[in-house]
């Protein structure tokens, strides 16, 4: 049972009490048998259905044993289709139906049809025995897409079903009842010890009163009140939803079920003359979560004028700036009563354990202390108005002390799902508001409109879209200057017109809205701009743009000079790209890193119409050719010459330079890499030697020299590589004498958080360095370990010391290597000595036969 809820002893929310005479939406008319001979009008020829007794004592004690006060009836179910079981006569032109219920002990008696379908001229009615309260006529009116029906109670133990059907109706109407609403509790119209709305207290209220409705609902065997109230949404076209508590509503079907009572309150402070005559039957379930109990209905039917509907404002912050908090409810089932506390609610920062053993978190339900009423059961899903008028929550429960309100901001959008928030249903617009007030449905409307395009092609339609508040019925169009038409059957009294332009110029649109409450105007000065031909470009964009791969992150451009754009890329398995009104967004994927540089057109065509228009950007998309370690640029012995790092990248699981330099005779260890800095790769095969010194000029770098198998082990997850060492952040890094494995291949990282620079790497060893090696007398030779230009003496000596060959040779940085021309010299094992005033180096050769 879950249609009260409690914490600590106390329990809030319906119950029902007193005489009650319900007029829902129907057609106010007489049934056919009324019309006819007395013998028609008897009863006692018609089919009769006896209900069980509900033993009133016996419901009553069990309430008050139960914790349940809330409930007013049973729910008796039987299984009656009218055509079948009901008498049934033909007078004139129209059928006549009739059945009578009756229950021994009852105080009133309520229908639910699960099949209800009437045809054109088909009409319901429900009376009691000596026809002093009549039901009806409900009719084709009433038919709803679920096809079912509630039906208030009747005052009294017996009560007739009426069913008038033309003879040539266009299909037979469906009528199957299924159950009926045995009370045995009225609904309470007498004094009560509960603050009426229209007291003092209530002057300030006259409006948001109106929003608030008592609801009786069956579920299973039992029938409940509970209370809720129409709130406002963004559309604010006065679509009929209807806020209340989880735990009095929760499912469709018993949705299905609900009875909504309008304007049941005493005309006076302790009056008592409250009448329950204005009701709505059924509702849609939109939106339902037991986390701070809120329910959103759609009802089934709209308010009538009558009722003078008001739709609740409301405010959705998480935060709330209010001095004092106001419910509007029916405790009890009484007529209309308000409770006020004259202090800000509070967040009630405790968790919460309910009858039903449901858990609330702590901060979900805003507490109130009342200084002037109190509410009980029935007050139930009743909205908290905040000082401005604004809903912020419902009621869940509380104690003798304080009580607690579902908080509207969390019903917002605590949830994802559209079936378990607000702001889906509320906000229709997707306007991003949190703040709205209250709608009247008697107010003089509001006029407004917008046009589908401001940049108009002649002779093309363009769609005028009202966009009033407040209900207008009527619709008159200006537009100045006069060279426009309307076109496809609209006119200046559409309410959505279309209209074409046929001169060049500049329009002003005016719009009058009218209903019985008032009139209101509307001007938009140069609202529209007609044109022939249109000027489509890119804004601040030359024709032609260089631009780093890595920069291309959901980069924006915009377009100007129409009001549609298409947009198109060339290169998009290269480019990502979207696009939403004259803004295309462009990101480079991964396939674009794998790729290197590349050119791409952007074109956007925007346009009304036949006037279409096109601009074309041309982008080269850089990336450095080393980007990636697979593409490392090899490196040789002696100056290497000037590299970009332009538009370099970092690789996903690319390892980073410590923060700080790490020599070799150290334990180096890498970092992560940030994706915003940039790398570029190079390798090199270590000297005969066994040592190597690497310098850098140019942008502030890091150098890191890597060992290891392959390059995939650098920079995947095998992790299959060590770190030689790494030099400090610098424009002239360097790492001196390094220790490697001769004629292994090493990797080199120049890392930068620059996006653009040049550097220039050179590689030292003191070593010559000979290639091929035997020859046939011609060898390559690589003199690297000098820092500036030196003279070397240059000999080759025979295994037995025999001078063969003498020559002087200039080296530098950047002339490390030359050409050794040694045929005609005889097979056999030679030594080359190379000596400087700071260097002396040998080197073995062998001449082959």
């Not at 129209?94 to 008696?109: E, G, K, N, T």
């Not at 890392?751 to 070593?767: A, K, N, P, V």
Request: charged share 20%; glycine share 6%; hydrophobic share 35%.
């Amino acid at each position: 049972m879950r249609k009260q809820i409690y914490f600590s002893l106390f329990l809030l929310f319906g119950l029902i009490n007193g005489p009650i005479v319900i007029s829902q939406i129907s057609i106010h008319t007489t049934p056919a048998s009324f019309n006819q001979e007395a013998s028609l009008k008897g009863t006692h020829k018609i089919p009769i259905q006896i209900l069980d007794s509900i033993k009133v004592d016996l419901q009553k004690a069990l309430d008050e044993k139960n914790g349940i006060p809330n409930r007013m009836g049973i729910v008796q179910k039987i299984a009656i289709n009218l055509r079948d079981s009901a008498l049934k006569t033909t007078i004139g032109g129209v059928q006549i139906w009739r059945y009578r219920i009756h229950c021994p002990d009852a105080v009133s008696l309520g229908l639910f049809f699960s099949s209800y379908l009437l045809p054109p001229g088909a009409e319901l009615f429900v009376y009691n025995a000596d026809t002093t309260t009549l039901r009806g006529a409900f009719t084709e009116i009433n038919n709803k897409k679920y096809r079912k029906l509630s039906i208030a109670t009747v005052p009294g133990n017996s009560i007739i079903i009426e069913y008038n059907e033309p003879v040539d109706a266009q299909f037979e109407g469906e009528l199957f009842l299924e159950s009926v609403f045995t009370a045995y509790r009225n609904m309470v119209t007498t004094d009560s010890p509960y603050i009426d709305i229209n007291c003092e207290e209530g002057n300030d209220w006259k409006d948001q009163k109106r929003s608030v409705c008592l609801m009786t609902f069956a579920e299973g065997r039992d029938w409940y009140v509970c209370t809720g109230a129409l709130v406002n949404n963004t559309r604010e076209d006065a679509t009929p939803f209807f806020l209340t508590a989880n735990h009095c509503i929760y499912s469709e079907e018993v949705a299905q079920t609900l009875i909504t009572y309008f304007n049941y309150e005493n005309s006076v402070c302790n009056g008592s003359d409250a009448s329950p005559d204005q009701s709505l039957s059924g509702a849609e379930l939109l939106a339902t979560s037991d986390y701070n109990d809120f329910t959103l209905l759609k009802l089934s039917e709209d308010p009538p004028d009558a009722y003078q509907p008001y739709f609740a404002g409301w405010n959705a912050n998480d935060t709330i700036t209010t001095t004092s908090a106001t419910c509007i409810h029916h405790p009890e089932g009484n007529p209309k009563s308000i409770a006020i506390d004259y202090d800000a609610p509070v967040s009630y920062d405790y968790r919460v354990i309910w009858d039903d053993d449901l858990i609330t978190d702590a901060n979900t339900h805003w507490m109130v202390q009342y200084d002037s009423g109190a509410d009980a059961s029935g007050s139930s899903g009743s909205p908290l108005f905040d000082d401005n008028h604004r809903i912020i929550g419902q009621l869940h429960g509380g104690d003798d002390d304080i009580s607690l309100f579902g908080k509207f901001s969390l019903s917002w959008d605590y949830y994802s799902n559209a079936t378990a928030q607000l702001k889906y249903w509320l906000d229709p617009i997707n306007s991003g508001i949190k703040v709205l007030d209250g709608l009247d449905y008697n107010r003089t409307p509001t006029a407004n409109f917008e046009t589908d395009v401001s940049l108009a092609c002649l002779n093309t339609t363009v769609y005028l879209t009202d966009q009033s508040k407040g209900s207008p019925e009527q619709w008159h169009w200006e537009i100045q200057p006069s060279t426009f038409a309307f076109v496809n059957g609209t006119n200046e009294y559409t309410q959505n017109p279309e209209v074409i332009f046929t001169e060049e110029n500049i329009y002003t649109i005016t719009l009058i809205v009218s209903n019985e409450f008032g009139t209101d105007t509307l001007q938009k000065n140069n609202i529209v701009e007609a044109k022939s031909t249109f000027n489509v470009s890119f804004i601040n964009l030359s024709d032609e743009i260089s631009m780093c791969g890595k920069s291309i992150d959901h980069i924006e451009w915009q377009a100007q000079g129409a009001e549609n754009y298409s947009f198109w890329v060339s290169q998009d398995n290269l480019i990502d790209y979207e696009y939403n009104d004259n803004v295309i967004t462009l990101a480079t994927n991964e396939s674009a890193r794998q790729n290197g540089s590349f050119d791409s057109y952007v074109v956007t065509t925007g346009g009304h119409g036949s006037c279409l228009s096109s601009d074309t950007v041309l982008l080269h998309v850089l990336y450095p050719i080393n980007d990636k370690i697979e593409n490392a640029i090899p490196l040789s012995l002696g100056y290497n010459g000037s590299f970009s790092i332009d538009c370099g990248t970092v690789n996903t699981l690319e390892p980073a330079p410590p923060a700080t330099e790490c020599s070799q005779n150290q334990n180096c260890f890498t970092t992560t890499a940030d994706e915003s800095d940039n790398s570029v790769w190079f390798s090199f095969k270590a000297p005969s030697n066994g040592q190597i010194s690497v310098y850098a000029d140019g942008t502030p770098m890091q150098l890191s020299v890597f060992q290891s198998k392959t390059y995939d082990d650098i920079t995947t997850t095998n992790n299959d590589f060590s770190l030689v060492a790494a030099s400090g952040y610098s424009t002239t890094p360097s790492l001196g004498n390094l220790i490697v494995e001769p004629f292994k291949q090493y990797w080199l990282q120049v890392y930068s958080d620059q996006e653009y620079g040049d550097i220039e790497i050179t590689l030292l060893s003191h070593t010559i360095e000979v290639y091929p090696n035997p020859s046939d007398g011609i060898f390559h030779l690589t003199i690297s370990g000098v820092s500036d230009e030196q003279t070397f003496n240059l000999s080759v000596l025979s295994a037995t010391g025999k001078k063969v060959l003498s020559k002087e040779i200039s080296i530098s940085p950047q002339n490390t290597t030359f050409d050794l021309n040694l045929t005609g010299i005889p097979s056999g094992i030679y030594y080359i000595h190379a000596t400087s005033n700071q260097d002396k180096l040998t080197k073995k050769i062998i001449i082959r036969p």
